[in-house]
């Protein structure tokens, strides 16, 4: 079974910071390729970040290039399998739900929801202005 779990959400100022974790767990210590996604009041959801399954390769939306930072942790004790959000310059714009994925069909840092087939329930982000 496997289980993605996010944290670290909350309200933060215009300017500031805030890390995003998420654990996934369940698969070998390969791990899976992440992503990052987010879903703003009234919106679609849209890609944030991704990370690949083997050698880190990363990417992101151009809205949070230079600002955000995706990276990662794989344990081989225990196969959990754990990545990070770090944002910084946070922007009120960037205020939203956030959603950790994992991807058991790709090892790239796809940016396609369809690719990621385990989802976490979100944390949410308010960065007041």
Do not use: H
């Not at 944002?87 to 950790?100: G, K, N, Q, R």
């Amino acid at each position: 079974q496997v289980q993605v779990q996010e944290s670290g959400g909350g309200l933060v100022q215009a300017g500031g910071s805030l890390r995003l974790s998420c654990a996934a767990s369940g698969r070998t210590f390969s791990g899976y390729a992440m992503g990052w996604f987010r879903r703003a009041p009234g919106k679609e959801r849209e890609f944030v970040a991704a990370i690949s399954r083997r050698i880190g390769t990363t990417s992101y939306a151009d809205s949070v290039k230079g600002r955000f930072t995706i990276s990662r942790i794989i344990s081989r004790i225990n196969a959990k399998n754990t990545v990070y959000l770090q944002m910084t310059s946070l922007e009120p714009e960037d205020t939203a739900v956030y959603y950790c994925a994992a991807s058991a069909l790709t090892d790239g840092a796809s940016p396609y929801e369809k690719e990621y087939d385990y989802w976490g329930q979100g944390t949410q982000v308010t960065v007041s202005s």
